[in-house]
Nanobody, 121 residues
Framework: QVQLVESGGGLVQAGGSLRLSCTAS????????MGWYRQAPGKQRELVAT???????NYVDSVKGRFTISRDNAKNTVYLQMNSLKPEDTAVYYC???????????????WGQGTQVTVSS
């Protein structure tokens, strides 16, 4: 049906940058909000950033000024540009999207498989 696949994670030194990508595929009529969550070991999953279909964005306070979420609606892709990375940013990052699969389908929420981001000091 609908799959979200993240890419771009990896190991980076503190102060470095990474860009995460998440592409939705399958039976997609429209995508409303998209977002990024992260979960560090032993911690709750937290919302990092969201972006509406119109481009309005929100960020958790800890990443404001460092991370930028964007989307390419033509590609069904959402990005997370992460700059000035800190060790505390280390987590598995998950893509999330609200997808309508067809004109007669209700909106559903989907998750990607996650991509590991590790920031070394």
């Amino acid at each position: 049906q609908v799959q979200l696949v993240e890419s771009g994670g990896g190991l980076v030194q503190a102060g470095g940058s990474l860009r995460l990508s998440c592409t939705a595929s399958g039976s997609i009529f429209s995508i409303d909000a998209m977002g990024w969550y992260r979960q560090a070991p032993g911690k709750q999953r937290e919302l990092v950033a969201t972006i509406t279909s119109g481009g309005s964005t929100n960020y958790v306070d800890s990443v404001k000024g460092r991370f930028t979420i964007s989307r390419d609606n033509a590609k069904n892709t959402v990005y997370l540009q992460m700059n000035s990375l800190k060790p505390e940013d280390t987590a598995v990052y998950y893509c999330n999207a609200d997808v309508r699969r067809g004109l007669y389908y209700s909106r559903r929420n989907y998750w990607g498989q996650g991509t590991q981001v590790t920031v070394s000091s």
